[in-house]
């Protein structure tokens, strides 16, 4: 049974490659699931003697996406145009310093996103497919929470871009003609919220902005070409 096992996965793999088309218009549905987190720059802050940073405070936290994707532009069987509108969440686990505990608090950040890629997507065969581009996204709600707790705070104000602008990249695979799944990288360029700490005299340590950044998977299936 273990001989047959190679040759039945090449038999599967060239099913799935004949049963794949190359770039073709077409509109579908896309589903996933990104993991997230807040990137601080210039997080090296000295307070009282001592150095941290402020990156240890952003830990990855899991999300959900989900919308349409779409297809308007073809150059050729190997060159075309992706867009899209949907819907994701983004954020990062959070751990500050909680005097009353002599300690830290972990929480939760939820940053909500309505967003809109305009990818490059470039086809080396009809099952593979490489993309890049930017995305825009508008917030359309941001909260936190304390871990355990039910209570969730507004973070709206703290916030300062209600547009967030970023380059997305990633590679997919065509798992059927009208079925792919595919694998981003998002990397946020606009700053999230920008903060100044001040030493013990008052005196500036520094400019921190945040950013988004995000792994993302998802599965996309068409529904109209």
């Keep these: 049974m273990k001989n047959l096992t190679p040759f039945f996965l090449c038999f599967l793999l060239f099913n799935l490659i004949d049963a794949n088309a190359q770039a073709h218009k077409g509109i579908g549905i896309m589903a996933g699931a990104n993991i997230s987190r807040i990137q601080v720059s210039n997080a090296q802050v000295s307070f009282f003697g001592g150095t941290i940073d402020l990156n240890d405070d952003f830990g990855w936290q899991p999300g959900a996406q989900i919308g349409i994707t779409a297809t308007p532009v073809v150059f050729n069987e190997q060159f075309s145009l992706n867009t899209g509108l949907a819907y994701f969440q983004r954020g990062a686990t959070t751990k500050a310093l909680d005097p009353s505990a002599l300690g830290t608090q972990e929480g939760l950040m939820r940053l909500q996103y309505l967003s809109i890629p305009v990818l490059a997507r470039f086809y080396p065969t009809p099952m593979l497919f490489l993309e890049a581009g930017p995305q825009v996204a508008y ?13 969730s705070f507004d973070l709206k104000r703290t916030v300062d871009n209600d547009l967030d602008l970023g380059l997305l990249a990633g590679l997919g695979v065509n798992l059927h003609e009208r079925l792919s799944v595919s694998l981003q990288y998002y990397h946020g360029l606009s700053k999230v919220a920008d903060f100044q700490f001040t030493d013990a005299n008052g005196e500036a340590v520094g400019n921190q902005s945040w950013r988004n950044r995000s792994l993302q998977l998802g599965l996309a299936v068409e529904v109209w070409q």
């Excluded at 359309?140 to 209570?151: M, N, T, V």
């Design 139 to 151: 917030l359309l709600d941001a909260r936190s929470k304390l871990k355990g707790g039910s209570e």
